[in-house]
C-alpha cells in the first residue's frame, strides 16, 4: 500500500505560501492604527472641552470681581445682584445661593440613600434572577424622565400633599422641601444601580463562608457584603450628591425664587442652578455686573462638582477591595 508523501520531504514541493498574507497584515496594523487614533481624539476633544468651559468661566468671571471683592462674593451673606450697583442695597454674596443649594441636595441625600442603598441590597441579595432582569431596567428608565416633569411633578404634587400635612400657611406654594424629595427621587437610579453594581461585584465565596458560619441573609447582606462593597458604593452616594448639586429644572419649577440664609425647608432658598436660569431668562446685557454674576455662579458651581468627584476617587481609591 502507498503513502502519501508528507510536505517537505525529499523530493516533494511544499505547498504555495498565500501571497496575499503580508499585505493582510497590514491592512489589519493600519485599521488598528485608525481605531487607536479616533479614541486619542475622543479623548483629546473630552479634555479640551473641559479646559474650554474652565477657560470661558474664569475669562468671564475675571470682570466681575475687578468691580465687587472676592472675598466679599464668597463670605457675604446677602444677594441683591439685580439692584443699582451703586445702590446701598446692592450685594454679591454667593452664601445665600449655596446654603440653598445644601438645603435641597441635604433633603434629596436624606431621600435618596434609604431608598438607593435598600434597592440595591433587595436586587443583590434577596431578589429572584427573573425579578432583577426585570425591576433594574425598570429601576433605570426612572433616570430617563425629563426633569421638566419631575419639576411639575413636584409642584403639582408633594406640594400640595406637605400643604395638607403640615398646613397651607406653614408650607408656600414654592419650598425646597418639595424640590429636594423630588430631586432625591431623580437620583435613586444613579444610587441604586451603581451599589447594585458594587455589590453584585463581591465574591460569591464571601457570602458563602459567612453562611457557613450560620449567619442570616440579612447580616451577611450588612455586616458582609456592605462593607466589602463600601468603596463601590460611596462613590455611587458622591455622585448621585453631585447631580443633586447640579440639577436645574427642578429646583427652578418647585423651589423657592428668594436667595435666603435659611435652613427651614419650608422657608425656600435659589440654588445657584435656579439663579442662572433667572438671570438667563431675564434681561443682562452682555458686560453688565448681573451678566457677569452667572459664570462667578457657574465657576462656584463647578468647583464644588470637582471637588466631589476628587472626593470620589479619593474614597475609591482608599477603601476598594482587591480579590483574586
Avoid at 441590597?121 to 421638566?148: C, D, F, H, N, Q
Avoid at 462667578?296 to 476628587?310: D, E, I, K, P, S
Wanted: charge should be positive; glycine fraction near 8%.
Amino acid at each position: 500500500m502507498r503513502t502519501q508523501p508528507q510536505a517537505g520531504a525529499a523530493g516533494v514541493a511544499p505547498p504555495p505560501r498565500d501571497p496575499f498574507r503580508p499585505l493582510r497584515g497590514a491592512h489589519k496594523r493600519r485599521g488598528e492604527r485608525v481605531i487607536v487614533a479616533a479614541l486619542w481624539l475622543c479623548a483629546a476633544v473630552s479634555i479640551l472641552t473641559t479646559v474650554a468651559i474652565v477657560v470661558v468661566l474664569v475669562e468671564e468671571t475675571i470682570p466681575l470681581f475687578r468691580r465687587v471683592s472676592i472675598v466679599d462674593f464668597l463670605t457675604d451673606t446677602r444677594w441683591t445682584p439685580f439692584v443699582d450697583p451703586d445702590s446701598e442695597l446692592f450685594h454679591i454674596g454667593i452664601l445665600p445661593l449655596v446654603n440653598g443649594t445644601l438645603v435641597v441636595t441635604g433633603i434629596a441625600l436624606l431621600v435618596a440613600m434609604p431608598l438607593g442603598l435598600g434597592t440595591a441590597m433587595y436586587l443583590s441579595e434577596y431578589a429572584r434572577p427573573r425579578v432583577r432582569r426585570t425591576l433594574k431596567p425598570t429601576l433605570e428608565v426612572l433616570a430617563g424622565i425629563p426633569t421638566v416633569v419631575l419639576g411639575w411633578f413636584a409642584l403639582t404634587l408633594v406640594t400640595p400633599l406637605l400643604q395638607s400635612i403640615f398646613g397651607a400657611s406653614r408650607v408656600p406654594a414654592f419650598n425646597s422641601a418639595s424640590a429636594g424629595i423630588v430631586v432625591g427621587i431623580m437620583i435613586v437610579p444613579t444610587i441604586a444601580s451603581l451599589s447594585e453594581d458594587a455589590m453584585s461585584a463581591v465574591p460569591r465565596a464571601l457570602r458563602e463562608g459567612a453562611y457557613a458560619l450560620g449567619a442570616t441573609r440579612r447580616h451577611v447582606a450588612t455586616k458582609v457584603v456592605v462593607p466589602a462593597a463600601l468603596s463601590g458604593i460611596t462613590a455611587a452616594v458622591i455622585l448621585g450628591m453631585g447631580r443633586a448639586i447640579g440639577e436645574t429644572m427642578i429646583v427652578a419649577i418647585a423651589g423657592s425664587g428668594l436667595p435666603r440664609m435659611a435652613l427651614d425647608p419650608f422657608q425656600g432658598g435659589q440654588t445657584m442652578t435656579a439663579y442662572i436660569v433667572q438671570a438667563v431668562g431675564g434681561e443682562s446685557p452682555r458686560g453688565s455686573i448681573t451678566y457677569q454674576t452667572i459664570f462667578g455662579v457657574g465657576l462656584v458651581l463647578f468647583m464644588m462638582t470637582l471637588a466631589l468627584n476628587l472626593v470620589a476617587q479619593r474614597v475609591v481609591r482608599r477603601f476598594r477591595e482587591v480579590y483574586t
